[in-house]
C-alpha cells in the first residue's frame, strides 16, 4: 500500500470515527466492525494505521477536544492574560476537565487508554507552563513527570466523579468544587 492510499485510509477512518462518535450517545460502544464499515475500508486498516481502536477513537477525540478549547474566547483569553502560569495551569485543567464531564461518555471511551498509552515524551499540554512556573529549579523531566502526574491524576478522577461525590462529598461537575479540587492538586504538585 502506498503512502498516499495509507493517508487517504487514515482519512476516512477518522472521519467515520469522528462522525460515529458524535451520533453515539456511548462511543464505547462503537466497534472497530462499525469504525470500518462507515469508513469503506478492510478491518485490519485500524490496527495498521492506528495501533488501535482505541488510538483511533482519542486521535479525534484529542482534535474534538483541541478545537472545543480553542473555539472557546474565554479559553482563548485566558492564554494571553497576564497571570501566573500556576493559575493558567488551573484554568487549563479546569476547562480541561469541564468538557470531559460535560462529554463523559465520549471522555470514558478514551481515557483508558490515554491512561496507557500517552507518549510523556511528547511537549504538549500544561508543561510549559509547569516549567515557566519552575524556572530553572526543575529540570525539564521533572516537569514532564509532574504533567503526566496532574494530567493522569484529573482523567482518572473525572472517570470516577460519581464515586468521588458519593465517597467524597466532592462534586466535580460543580465549577467551584471543580476548581477548588484542581486547585488542591496543582498546589501540591507545584509548592
Avoid: W
Wanted: proline share 2%; net charge neutral; aromatic share 8%.
Amino acid at each position: 500500500m502506498n503512502k498516499r492510499n495509507i493517508e487517504n485510509t487514515r482519512n476516512a477512518l477518522l472521519t467515520a470515527a469522528e462522525r460515529l462518535m458524535t451520533e453515539y450517545d456511548d462511543p464505547s460502544k462503537i466497534t472497530a466492525r462499525m469504525l470500518t464499515k462507515e469508513a469503506g475500508v478492510n478491518l485490519a486498516m485500524i490496527n495498521y494505521c492506528f495501533g488501535s481502536r482505541e488510538a483511533l477513537l482519542f486521535e479525534v477525540f484529542d482534535k474534538l477536544q483541541s478545537e472545543a478549547m480553542s473555539s472557546d474566547p474565554a479559553f482563548r483569553q485566558l492564554l494571553e492574560k497576564a497571570i501566573s502560569p500556576k493559575e493558567k495551569l488551573i484554568e487549563i485543567h479546569f476547562h480541561s476537565m469541564k468538557l470531559m464531564l460535560e462529554y463523559y461518555n465520549l471522555a470514558r471511551s478514551v481515557t483508558k487508554h490515554v491512561l496507557m498509552n500517552r507518549d510523556i515524551s511528547a511537549k504538549r499540554g500544561s508543561i510549559q507552563f509547569i516549567q515557566a512556573h519552575f524556572g530553572d529549579r526543575k529540570s525539564e523531566r521533572e516537569c514532564r513527570l509532574i504533567a503526566y502526574e496532574l494530567s493522569s491524576l484529573h482523567e482518572l478522577a473525572v472517570l470516577r466523579h460519581e464515586e468521588i461525590k458519593n465517597v467524597c462529598g466532592i462534586d466535580l461537575k460543580n465549577d467551584d468544587e471543580l476548581k477548588k479540587y484542581i486547585r488542591k492538586h496543582i498546589d501540591m504538585f507545584l509548592d
